[in-house]
């Protein structure tokens, strides 16, 4: 698939080439497989400095819109990261400007602090070789993660949780302005759940966008500053956790729950999901 849809307009022209905090901005998105178009949106933006998490049923397209703002399926519309068109960039620029974490997450034969190293690919100079910089990096995003003491752990060693730990450090260490992360917080035990969401907040806090789909509704509502609500082939919902909060028919709609305020002293969450 390719094109933009029939008259919608160029995110290039409505949002500008600074839009949205040079995150990435899209129109007239058509994603799918083939022939197959799974996901509609219209227009979305997805800024820096912030968390945003994509929420939606089994199948309603998460995994397929970032790996498609990811520049990994082809799409209908336009995608703009950082100001520049994602059809015009290459395979190392894009990502410069974009990381992505699948769900699904192999068991290389490597150390963590190898696998962390790959992130740099990116920022490497034409002889690929790693450089006093790159190496700073792969220790920073360690122990961003809570890692350090694990670099020279092989992969096959760590539980999953923790090989998703590495495989985030990976993500961080590649510098990229946006991180599309999908379903990060698979295989994590709810401490380190926690720790990941406040993870999250300080790298959006430093200026990095953060893109996050989620089936965990009271962590989504209570952990990012945006969210948007797939549904029914398409974007049915977007806002601030408090505004969606406040439509529980289209919240039940997107989710098959609705939400709703948690005012307990020191709860984990501060939405808990209901019926």
Request: glycine content about 14%.
């Amino acid at each position: 698939m390719s094109g933009n849809g029939a008259g919608v307009p160029k995110a290039s022209d409505t949002l500008g080439p600074d839009a949205f905090g040079t995150g990435i901005a899209a129109t007239g998105l058509a994603c799918g497989y083939g022939e197959k178009v799974v996901l509609r949106a219209d227009l979305l933006a997805l800024s820096r400095g912030m968390v945003t998490g994509i929420l939606g049923r089994n199948g309603c397209g998460k995994s397929t819109l970032l790996r498609s703002l990811a520049g990994l399926v082809p799409c209908q519309g336009e995608v703009l990261l950082g100001g520049s068109g994602l059809r015009g960039l290459g395979h190392q620029e894009r990502a410069r400007r974009v990381a992505f974490l699948p769900q699904s997450l192999a068991v290389p034969d490597m150390t963590v602090a190898t696998l962390v190293s790959h992130g740099r690919y990116a920022r490497m100079g034409r002889s690929k070789v790693m450089g006093a910089a790159d190496r700073e990096a792969v220790v920073a995003a360690l122990a961003t993660v809570g890692m350090g003491d694990l670099a020279d752990r092989r992969m096959a060693e760590l539980s999953g949780g923790q090989r998703q730990l590495a495989y985030l450090a990976m993500v961080v260490a590649q510098d990229a302005p946006m991180l599309l992360l999908d379903e990060p917080g698979t295989y994590l035990d709810l401490e380190h759940q926690v720790r990941l969401a406040a993870l999250l907040r300080r790298l959006a806090a430093a200026g990095r966008g953060v893109v996050v789909s989620t089936h965990d509704v009271a962590a989504a509502f209570s952990a990012c500053d945006r969210l948007v609500l797939l549904g029914e082939g398409r974007v049915l919902g977007e806002g601030a956790p408090e505004v969606l909060a406040a439509q529980p028919a289209l919240v039940r709609r997107c989710l098959g729950v609705a939400v709703a305020p948690l005012d307990v002293p020191g709860a984990v969450h501060r939405y808990v999901a209901v019926g």
